[in-house]
């Protein structure tokens, strides 16, 4: 069981938005601003896509977007693209020696 | 740019040494500013952190394979290592490398994977 808590799958029609949930603790998601978001592209590593709940690496495309209330953290994906179906990872920085949890991911696809 | 390699055998016998070594290029292990993590994905399955090391050598691993685990440094190869001993079958699995900055605890980079299959 995951410390993080990431709905299973969603799914939308190209050109729309969808926003997966990650649900987490005060002592992680809650308590820092250090939420982190990873694409997973079948047969291939992760990739950042999103760092300190709202920031983009060079070369994510703007699309793609964070924010966070309280506990729970949301990546957003606006314009939905058939290239954007993958799995999709929450993580957060916790004050505990773990240092990183993990959501339990979840597969998006694009209808 | 960092780039990691990962390097081992492919195939393990069961109650035998899993064995793993990561390569890092573009970047010093003995950067203060990481850590030097191991992360494992079992067969359509989601992320597991195994564990890291940090330059001092300080370790943090997974209390669920620390009785199995150690993760070691070698900073004159600049390689970082994971050594897990007595698998079985439930330790198949894509293992990643990373690096994980120090306060923030971001993945910024990764290995390409290694699947490790533990079978007689």
């Known amino acids: 069981q995951s410390a993080l808590t990431q709905p299973a799958s969603v799914s939308g029609s190209p050109g729309q938005s969808i926003t997966i949930s990650c649900t987490g603790t005060?002592?992680?998601?809650?308590?820092?601003?250090?939420v982190s978001w990873y694409q997973q592209h079948p047969g291939t590593a992760p990739k950042l896509i999103i760092y300190?709940?709202?920031y983009r690496p060079s070369g994510v495309s703007n699309r793609f977007s964070g924010s966070k209330s309280g506990n729970t953290a949301s990546l957003t994906v606006s314009g939905l693209q058939a290239g954007d179906e993958a799995d999709y990872y929450c993580?957060?920085?916790?004050?505990?020696?773990?240092?990183?949890?993990f959501g339990g991911g979840t597969k998006l696809t694009v209808l | 740019q960092v780039q990691l390699q990962e390097s081992g055998p492919g195939l393990v016998r069961p109650s035998q040494t899993l064995s793993l070594t990561c390569t890092v290029s573009?970047?010093?292990?003995?950067?203060?500013?990481?850590?030097w993590s191991w992360i494992r994905q079992h067969p359509g399955k989601g992320l597991d952190w195994i564990g890291y090391?940090?330059?001092?050598?300080?370790?943090y691993y997974n209390p669920s394979l620390k009785s199995r685990l150690t993760i070691s440094l070698d900073t004159s190869k600049n390689q970082f290592s994971l050594k897990l001993s007595s698998v079985t079958a439930a330790d198949t699995a894509m293992y990643y490398c990373?690096?994980?900055?120090?306060?923030?605890?971001?993945?910024?980079?990764w290995g390409q994977g290694t699947l490790v299959t533990v079978s007689s």
């Open positions: 300190d709940v709202t």
């Open positions: 993580s957060s920085y916790t004050n505990s020696r773990t240092l990183v949890v």
């Open positions: 005060s002592s992680d998601v809650g308590g820092h601003n250090l």
């Open positions: 090391i940090y330059y001092s050598g300080t370790t």
């Open positions: 573009g970047d010093s292990v003995s950067s203060g500013s990481y850590y």
């Open positions: 990373t690096r994980v900055s120090a306060v923030r605890g971001i993945i910024n980079s």
